[in-house]
């Protein structure tokens, strides 16, 4: 198969993709916040895509998400307005500094990076649209999900485990954040609603 081939089919399947996250974001949550998830999901997917292909992700696609979450707070549902922008923004903020503070004592430790400025960046994307414990679930799964593809990765090459290779945490991250989204929106509002 051509190297132009494979091109295009990889653009298909990021078309397809990005179908699927916007058409299960409107159908699953119809109206307004719907369009927000279909929006947030469009973004994740870039930025799991950029990260993929260059260990960056670009601040002007979490920036993105960020101000859509912001807008997301003001503009839906019965506690929109400033005190709901409020509380999201102190959420982001927060989970955003957790991550600065792993990062940092991690860096101390082992004396080399382990999670970039981007990844905590696309944490406070996370603070902006999720509550705290579907934050946790969230990162969970990131972190869960790019270990085991790496292993996959590593065993189906038959290569051996390295403690200092580096994982586009993004590529991982970007999607469970959608996912934690979707999540939020089709469960029961009473687990989640006290911790919106």
């Known amino acids: ?67 859509l979450g912001l807008l997301r707070a003001a503009a839906i549902g019965p506690e929109a307005g400033w005190a709901a922008v409020l509380w999201v923004a102190f959420r982001a903020l927060a989970i955003a500094l957790s991550l600065l503070v792993l990062m940092a004592g991690y860096r101390r430790w082992r004396g080399r990076d382990g999670l970039g400025l981007g990844d905590v960046k696309l944490a406070a994307v996370a603070g902006a649209w999720l509550g705290f414990v579907t934050i946790s679930a969230v990162i969970e799964l990131a972190a869960i999900s790019a270990l085991a593809a790496y292993g996959i990765h590593a065993a189906l090459r038959g290569r051996r485990l390295r ?34």
Do not use: C
């Not at 991982?172 to 989640?192: D, K, S, T, V």
């Open 1 to 67: 198969m051509s190297q132009k081939n494979v091109s295009h089919q990889i653009k298909i399947l990021r078309s397809l993709a990005l179908l699927a996250v916007i058409g299960s974001s409107l159908l699953a949550v119809p109206g307004p916040d719907g369009l927000f998830g279909a929006l947030l999901g469009s973004l994740m997917l870039s930025i799991a895509i950029v990260d993929a292909g260059r260990y960056l992700i670009p601040n002007r696609l979490t920036g993105a998400a960020l101000v």
């Open 163 to 196: 403690a200092t290779a580096f994982l586009p945490f993004g590529l991982f991250l970007a999607p469970a954040i959608w996912i934690g989204w979707l999540a939020e929106a089709l469960l029961p509002q009473r687990l989640f609603g006290a911790l919106w």
